[in-house]
């Protein structure tokens, strides 16, 4: 997202409820974009998850919240982790919104910044094919990818 871009929509996000932001800044111009951060049916694979009301989870590139939110709502604690300062700082402005306190980490999958078996969950919707994007030389994005998986399987509590 464009520095520009980051600057409007935190502006928006400021000035009236999220989701009414979301549908002046993106329903015309990328329609597909506003569908997938305001439908709030992109939640429900959460339904199924057995995700304990008291559980600790790690949502890996949170975007717009679509699940993390949901998850604290629910009653989890949750870790959103993201590569951008600007990304956390407009999922903080909607989780405002919604009353839902995340720990908000800048950081990725590959340097990753938790202990072993912390997380009841960690969910990386849409974020495991960029991993390993501006990967450091000699590593594949296979290999990337391999270890983000190996990094968010010790995230995980046994069991």
Known sequence: MPDETVGKVLE??????????????????????????????????????????????????????????????????????????????????IARQEGAGLTLVKGNMLSFPFREGIFD????NGTLEWVGTGRGAGRTIRQCQIEALKNAGRAVKSG
């Open 12 to 93: 928006t996000l400021a000035s009236k409820p999220w989701r009414e932001a979301i549908r002046e800044l993106y329903e015309k111009e990328k329609p597909w974009l506003c569908r997938i951060v305001t439908d709030s049916s992109r939640s429900m694979p959460l339904e199924v998850l057995g995700v304990p009301k008291d559980g600790v989870c790690l949502d890996v590139g949170s975007g717009w919240g679509q699940l993390c939110i949901p998850l604290v709502q629910w009653g989890c604690k949750v870790v959103a982790l993201d590569l951008t300062l600007d990304r956390l700082r407009i999922l903080r402005s």
């Open 121 to 124: 969950l960690v969910l990386l």
